[in-house]
């Protein structure tokens, strides 16, 4: 084997890859604009609604406590609420979102509660909606005040203590570091980023180099060469193999930054450094590279697959609706790697794309490599002592007899 004749052919399909407009798109502007505009553009527009429908002022109708006085003055000094009287078709009113929620305070609250005698106060709201879901939290958040400081009274008045009722708390305590917390967060969403771009990038240039070749009629020409076709195809499938690993790599770059720039923009704002530090997922050098080797075998994988199928197709527009189900088969075990409590195990190293997915979650999610012992190592792959995982893509070579098969004599 020539390896200058397979330079050759790279060089001069490198050239016309970057003449083309659709896979330079694929290619670099994709990866490098997708996950920025996801994260930071719909990430701050998310903030900005949140921060939008907490300042208004919402309206809720208060449905009775005309004997209740003392309750009905303290929702009505609430901060940020609008207490309204009740009108007909209250209900209405709420699923129409004219008005946010409506509470219902019993004939005789405030008598029962002097005499100790249990009510029930009701709070109307349209669940699942945001603005409504914060009146009612601060209508439920005034009636448990009002509740603890009339057992505070109650305790008093039989001197008794607050712990009788309250003898310790529960605090939860987070012991993990900010870094890890969102790793274990947005770990999964890394790995089906890196693995989707990473075949977006694979796809169109195996497209141009088969299926558009035959098209354009010039599949012809590049086979009358004197180059035998055994460097024809390395030639191509390296070229398709770098479109494969640079959307990769610009697409882990462009994670790195617009988690940075996302945490610089959380930490500016009202929610301070305590909500910016959930997104403080830091991409070092070393996890970079370890999720860029993870990415090598699949990226392998992508362009002899997409290459082979599309050797198949005739047109360019037959090549994409032979190559568009393969999204499908890609992303449904990469989603399933962002599923709570799915974790690498020696089982699922053995599912191709869920094991690559799963690995860059550990990686992301924990600074030193995941603890697999020898014994699971093995079992998942006899032959060698090396996590199966890592090397569970299926090398391109054997296709390669297929593929000058498939090539026209």
Known sequence: MSLRNVGIVYKKELLEALRDRRTVISTILVPLLLFPVLSVGFGSLAVALVGKAKEEVPKVMLRGGEDSPAVVEGLKKLDKIEIVPE??????????????????IPSGFQADVAQQRSDIVKIFNYQGEMKSEFATDKIETYMKEYRDKVVRER???????????????????????????????FGGIIGYMVILLCMTGAMYPAMDLTAGEKERGTMETILSSPISRMHLVLGKFFLILTAALGTAALSVLSMGVSFSVLGHYTSQSAGGRAAAAEFLLKLGPKTVISVFLMALPVAVLFSATLMTIALFAKTYKEAQSYLTPMTFVVIIPAIAAMLPGVELTPKLSLIPILNVSLLCKELVSTPRPPSLSPSKCSSANPSSSAPSFSLSAPSPFPCRGGLQSALPH
């Open 155 to 185: 305790l008093a008045a039989k001197n008794l203590a607050e712990t009788v009722l309250k003898p310790f708390e529960v605090n939860r305590e987070n012991v993990a570091p900010p870094e890890k917390v969102s790793g274990a967060a």
């Open 87 to 104: 009108t007909p078709g209250w209900k209405d009113q709420i699923i129409n979102k004219e008005i946010r929620a409506a509470v219902e």
